[in-house]
């Protein structure tokens, strides 16, 4: 079975701080995805990665950045905490090919931000 | 991107009944779409994919269609059970490994 695994359940920080948020997966999947979810609004995607040292922005990138230095962990950043950033956190993987949408989650971080 | 709408946010159905998600889309069809089940407080989970060029798929219990004509895809859950009960996630594919994930219907499944 898949598995992919948050550094955090819970986070509190304060507005100002810098913030890492980390994500291991044990399946050699090349595809990593950092998520956001909030009510009403659904997943949004912050930023995804395909290999290492590669990243793409995705829908809602201001704000945060990410690193993929080893294929297994993908880390967001959010360099200086707002408010706004207090949402529930969620990181996905997948493999290439024809099973590269079926994405696996983490058990997310939920994140606030004081 | 696809703008993605899940019938209701919210269905209660009798224990032992067939569940039925609703996932319609508005842009361009795409080639996969995705149903995945959340629990509270969790990561979703996928369940099942299918293509565009398959109008249906099944696993267990669970059925999935896809008519890219109409641009809708139901979600049925046959004999459902209180353990159905969590939100279900319908997913397409945006290309280059992306998914939009619609906001999702809260199925709660009455004993």
């Known amino acids: 079975d898949v598995k992919v695994t948050q550094s955090s359940r819970y986070l509190v920080k304060r507005t100002g701080e810098k913030v890492f948020l980390e994500c291991v997966q044990d399946?050699?999947?090349?595809?990593m995805f950092w998520y956001r979810q909030d009510p009403g609004l659904g997943l949004r995607l912050i930023y995804f990665s395909y290999d290492v040292k590669m990243k793409e922005k995705g829908d809602i990138p201001e704000g945060y950045s990410v690193s993929r230095e080893k294929k297994e962990r993908f880390s967001l950043i959010l360099e200086s905490a707002s408010t706004n950033q207090t949402s529930m956190y969620l990181c996905?993987?997948?493999?290439?090919?024809?099973?590269?949408?079926?994405?696996?989650f983490g058990p997310g971080t939920r994140l606030t931000v004081t | 991107s696809q703008k993605i709408e899940q019938n209701s946010e919210a269905l209660n159905i009798q224990e032992g009944k067939t569940a039925t998600l609703t996932c319609n889309y508005t842009?361009?069809?795409?080639?996969?779409l995705q149903w995945y089940r959340q629990d509270p407080g969790r990561g979703p989970v996928f369940l099942l994919l299918i293509r565009e060029n398959e109008k249906e798929k099944r696993k267990e219990r669970l059925k999935v269609t896809f008519d890219t004509t109409l641009k809708q895809s139901l979600f049925h859950i046959t004999a459902s059970q209180p353990a159905d009960s969590a939100t279900y996630l319908c997913?397409?594919?945006?290309?280059?490994?992306?998914?939009?994930f619609g906001t999702g219907t809260k199925l709660q499944v009455i004993p």
């Open positions: 399946m050699d999947h090349e595809n």
């Open positions: 842009n361009y069809s795409p080639a996969y």
């Open positions: 997913a397409l594919d945006e290309g280059y490994q992306k998914v939009t």
């Open positions: 996905a993987s997948s493999t290439t090919g024809d099973r590269r949408y079926e994405q696996y």
